[in-house]
């Protein structure tokens, strides 16, 4: 199984990105998936879930409002769109994707099995 990120990059405050996460070697559509990242020095959080079918999200505080994330099952991706974003959402994100199937997403590490390599996403004052 691999998940491959992309979409990070450089913007300015209030701007927006979407990530993308494409998994090969096995049926995406059956897993939750999340989007978590990692700034300097700090642990990983979660940002934000999915479960399999798509019909629940999960998001932080921090990401309510302004972080939406989607997935096309057909596609084997996740997405996670990112608006007005600020400096502190400056970090490394992670997708990630869970090992059995039919369960619901979750903000802890731990729970995931499977991980992409992560997508620098750098914002700007």
């Known amino acids: 199984v691999q998940l491959q990120a992309s979409g990070g990059g450089l913007v300015q405050a209030g701007g927006s990105l979407r990530l993308s996460c494409a998994v090969s070697?096995?049926?995406?559509?059956?897993?939750?998936a999340g989007w978590f990242r990692q700034a300097p020095g700090l642990e990983r959080e979660f940002v934000a879930g999915i479960v399999w079918s798509g019909g629940s999200t999960y998001y932080t505080d921090r990401a309510q409002g302004r972080f939406s994330i989607s997935r096309d099952n057909a596609e084997n991706t996740t997405y996670l769109q990112m608006n007005s974003l600020k400096p502190e959402d400056t970090a490394v994100y992670y997708c990630?994707?869970?090992?059995?199937?039919?369960?619901?997403?979750?903000?802890?590490?731990?729970?995931?099995?499977?991980w992409g390599q992560g997508t620098l996403v750098t914002v700007s004052s």
């Open positions: 990630a994707a869970k090992g059995r199937q039919f369960s619901g997403t979750s903000s802890s590490t731990g729970d995931y099995e499977y």
């Open positions: 070697g096995r049926a995406f559509s059956l897993y939750a």
